[in-house]
Nanobody, 117 residues
Framework: QVQLVESGGGLVQPGGSLRLSCAAS????????MGWYRQAPGKQRELVAV???????NYADSVKGRFTISKDNAKNTVYLQMNSLKPEDTAVYYC???????????WGQGTQVTVSS
């Protein structure tokens, strides 16, 4: 079973930056699409960014130009660089892995990001 562990969340002022990391158990990035999702209080979980096994990326309109998803296959780690953070980016951020053939999905436990002055 795939295990995903997020880290890097915290409290940051508006306009600041954070980098989230998602460490995966085993060498899974080569055959999975990896994604970052977030869920704010009282709202549904939403897609933030995804990166395919081939390295293609896609972003929610609300974060385009501010967030960057990347991965290091050798370290089995996916990153989310978040710049120019806004209060509306406040949420629990979750890492997600979807197998490219079976579609099986795994989730991490989440990491809290709070943007506030």
């Amino acid at each position: 079973q795939v295990q995903l562990v997020e880290s890097g969340g915290g409290l940051v002022q508006p306009g600041g930056s954070l980098r989230l990391s998602c460490a995966a158990s085993g060498s899974i990035l080569s055959n999975r699409t990896m994604g970052w999702y977030r869920q704010a209080p009282g709202k549904q979980r939403e897609l933030v960014a995804v990166i395919t096994s081939g390295g293609s990326t896609n972003y929610a309109d609300s974060v385009k130009g501010r967030f960057t998803i990347s991965k290091d296959n050798a370290k089995n780690t996916v990153y989310l660089q978040m710049n120019s953070l806004k209060p509306e980016d406040t949420a629990v951020y979750y890492c997600n892995a979807q197998h490219r053939f079976s579609g099986y999905v795994s989730w991490g436990q989440g990491t809290q990001v709070t943007v506030s002055s």
